[in-house]
């Protein structure tokens, strides 16, 4: 890149910034593009050495501009005044504007956490869909529904089945990691004994918000058992409040992890005191391994000479008004001792 580009983006720290350096100035755009060539080579060579499920992960170039503006103009079918161009500068803030659109969203499609699906409507008014009619049978057409979302059983302990809620209208109230940690699960009521610092094992990442999530088993594990939490690590479907093993398998009830936690729940003091295995420090409030504050730190400094435990903060969420979690108040202990 020639020092005069590199000048035009130096202090930007985001793609946007540098999208609206170069809409002023038009050499920049095939200057940077060209420049980052070789870290996108990098980047896409290092996840293509990745496999999810044995499945090796595949990775794609870019889009065109003009492979987008194709899809975009499909666009203008549900509203003609929307131009492929417009559509690509699209803030969710305009979207919201276009009434046509909205209400095209509204009647086909169902958009969750988890999935955004479309289905076709088959009512002789829709001018989007006459375009393109169903071309099932109506009497199969009519039996397709949107995926459910998952649902709890009266118990409140175990999800519903596919089958038992498919077609069935569904909410997201009962999503995992917005499960309420309200009164203290009955499950890890059960496993009182088991939820304890000596008898963590390992730790396993939520797939939402990437805390890592304790593993709880009586004994050491087997290399059997090892196995099978390695796997369930990599295969990333765990979330907190869910369990890690499946209903009905061998380890459900022998390696678990703590039901009762939200993603809006902390790290567990748990990982912080485990015995048996050492953790690095995470931030008590994100789980983030990085920027967390240094012991150096005037604040954390400050707390230590008033308390025995602060449990480790990252910057971001201090800089954001968190506070670092602490126990046993010197202090305290100190009258203790006087008495
Ligand atoms: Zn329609
Ligand atoms: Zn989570
Ligand atoms: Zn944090």
């Known amino acids: 890149m020639s020092g005069e580009l590199e000048k035009l983006i130096s202090g930007k720290s985001d793609l946007s910034s540098v999208r609206q350096s170069a809409k002023r100035h038009p050499d920049l755009k095939e200057g940077f593009k060209a420049a980052m060539q070789p870290v996108v080579r990098l980047v896409s060579e290092g996840f293509r050495k990745m496999r999810l499920k044995k499945e090796k992960v595949r990775t794609f170039p870019a889009a065109l501009d003009e492979e987008i503006e194709d899809i975009m103009s499909i666009l203008s079918l549900i509203d003609e005044e929307i131009t492929p161009s417009d559509a690509i500068t699209m803030t969710s803030k305009d979207f919201a504007r276009r009434q046509r659109l909205t209400s095209f969203l509204e009647k086909h499609s169902k958009q969750t956490h988890y999935t955004f699906q479309l289905k076709k409507c088959t009512s002789a008014n829709c001018n989007v869909c006459v375009l393109s009619p169903t071309r099932l049978p109506p009497e199969v057409f009519d039996t397709l529904s949107f995926l459910p979302d998952p649902m709890l059983d009266p118990s409140g302990e175990h999800y519903l089945s596919f089958a038992e809620l498919y077609g069935k209208p569904t909410t997201e109230a009962d999503r995992p990691s917005l499960k309420q940690p309200t009164q203290k699960s009955e499950t890890d009521k059960k496993r009182k004994q088991l939820l304890v610092a000596a008898k963590v094992r390992d730790v396993i990442s939520c797939g939402e918000c990437r805390k890592p999530r304790c593993i709880y088993a009586a004994s050491k594990l087997l290399a059997e058992e090892g196995g099978a939490v390695t796997r369930a690590q990599q295969d990333g479907t765990y979330v907190c409040g869910g369990h890690i093993f499946a209903e009905g398998g061998r380890y459900h ?63 971001p969420c201090h800089a954001g008004g968190k506070q670092a979690s602490t126990r046993g108040p010197t202090n305290a202990r100190k009258k203790i001792r006087k008495i």
């Open 253 to 315: 009830d022998k390696i678990v992890t703590k039901v009762d936690l939200t993603c809006a729940s902390p790290v567990e003091t748990q990982y912080y005191g485990s015995v048996t295995v050492a953790f690095p420090d995470c931030c008590f409030h994100c789980g983030t391994l990085s920027n967390l504050l240094e012991q150096t730190d005037p604040y954390i400094l400050e707390l230590r000479q008033s308390y025995h435990t602060v449990r480790p903060i990252c910057s």
